[in-house]
Nanobody
Framework: QLQASGGGSVQAGGSLRLSCAGS????????MAWLRQAPGKEREFVAG???????AYADSLKGRFTISRDNTKNTVYLQMNSLKPEDSAVYYC????????????????????WGQGTLVTVSS
C-alpha cells in the first residue's frame, strides 16, 4: 500500500514537498518513483530512486525537482521548487519491483504498485 500526501495549491514560483509512505511489503528490492498526470494528458514520469539512492529525472524537470528516499520509513519524497502552472497535475507515487538489473523505469506500465495520487495546482 502506498499513501501519498503533500499536494495542494501554490502560486507560481512556490514550492511543495510530496511524501509517499509504503507498507505491507519489503521495499528493499524496489524502485520508488513519482509520475504525474495532467487533465487530458497521459501519465508521465517525473523522478525515480532506487534503494541504493540512484536517481533519474525527467529531463524537463532537472534542477527544480529533487527525489529522495528514507529506507527506514519506506518513504519517498519529492521536493518541488520554482513551480510552474504546467506542473499542475495529479502526482502519483509508484513502486517497481526489481526483477533483474535494470535502469529506473520511465514508462508507467513498468510500475507494479500505485498510490492514490495527490493533486498539485499551481496558479499563475
Amino acid at each position: 500500500q502506498l499513501q501519498a500526501s503533500g499536494g495542494g495549491s501554490v502560486q507560481a514560483g512556490g514550492s511543495l514537498r510530496l511524501s509517499c509512505a509504503g507498507s505491507g511489503r519489503n521495499f528493499d528490492t524496489t524502485i520508488m518513483a513519482w509520475l504525474r498526470q495532467a487533465p487530458g494528458k497521459e501519465r508521465e514520469f517525473v523522478a525515480g530512486i532506487s534503494w541504493s539512492g540512484s536517481r533519474a529525472y525527467a529531463d524537463s524537470l532537472k534542477g527544480r525537482f529533487t527525489i529522495s528516499r528514507d529506507n527506514t520509513k519506506n518513504t519517498v519524497y519529492l521536493q518541488m521548487n520554482s513551480l510552474k502552472p504546467e506542473d499542475s497535475a495529479v502526482y502519483y507515487c509508484a513502486v517497481a519491483v526489481i526483477r533483474r538489473i535494470m535502469p529506473i523505469p520511465t514508462e508507467p506500465r513498468e510500475y507494479d504498485y500505485w498510490g492514490q495520487g495527490t493533486l498539485v495546482t499551481v496558479s499563475s
